[in-house]
């Protein structure tokens, strides 16, 4: 269940956090986790926007602690399958700690809101009270129609589908989410479609990447 019932309130369910910053950023050539947006590192966006919506939250840091990442006061959680990627990294984290459902936010998505999260988890919510045990991932799709694994809610019954595909060497996060029951969410019923706004499925992969976030006033 997502949650529990008091008479025909929906009550909302237990979200653990975890932030995705395990990754080599290589094509940026530092740090992305570290970058700065509007005057404070995009984990801490990341940080924030988890802080408000779940109950504690984990940073996912890669094969070992970062003491740069300190600074937020969060307990960090190794990977379990080293050098396998973000599917690494949602591991980590679910496994650090018990939750219904887990909000998983990679730290290079600068521009993710609380409001965005709540969003996201009333659908959950809506569905499964809808019946039939409702979904196992909700994700949000972008205006051109691309998924944002990265950005979304797993539920805790998705572990050991993930587990299954860590130990058999399958680390795209695409091939997993095809065992599971995945509920899109258009990014426009949660965010809007403003121009002058940038979205929450914006990231930072290249340089360029980072200029472009840096037009936008936040």
């Known amino acids: 269940m997502l949650g529990h019932h008091t008479g025909e309130k929906q009550q909302p369910p237990f979200i653990a956090g975890i932030v995705l910053a395990g990754g080599q950023s290589s094509r ?6 570290m970058l700065d947006i509007g005057g404070m590192p995009s ?32 307990p960090q ?7 396998c990627g973000p599917l690494a990294g ?11 459902w887990y909000a998983a936010v990679a730290c290079d998505l600068p521009f993710v809101t609380a409001d965005f999260l709540r969003c996201m988890i009333a659908r959950a919510a809506a569905d499964t009270a809808a019946g039939s045990g409702g979904p196992q991932a909700v994700l949000p799709v972008s205006a051109e129609g691309r998924l944002q694994p990265l ?13 299954e595909a860590l130990a058999a060497g399958r680390f795209k996060v695409m091939d997993w989410l095809r065992n599971l029951d995945v509920r ?14 940038p979205s929450p499925l914006l990231n930072m992969n290249t340089l360029e990447d980072y200029r472009k976030a840096g037009d936008f006033r936040v």
């Open 43 to 74: 984990i801490s966006r990341a940080a924030g926007a988890l802080r408000s919506v779940a109950a504690q939250v984990v940073i996912a840091c890669g094969e070992k602690e970062r003491e740069e990442y300190r600074f937020l006061n969060l």
């Open 184 to 197: 899109q969410v258009p990014e426009s019923l949660c965010s809007g479609a403003r121009r002058d706004h």
């Open 151 to 163: 950005l979304g809610l797993y539920r805790r019954d998705a572990l050991p589908f993930l587990e």
């Open 77 to 83: 959680a190794p990977d379990r399958f080293p050098g």
């Open 90 to 100: 949602i591991h980590a984290g679910m496994m650090h700690s018990p939750a219904e």
């Open 28 to 33: 940026m050539g530092t740090d992305k986790a």
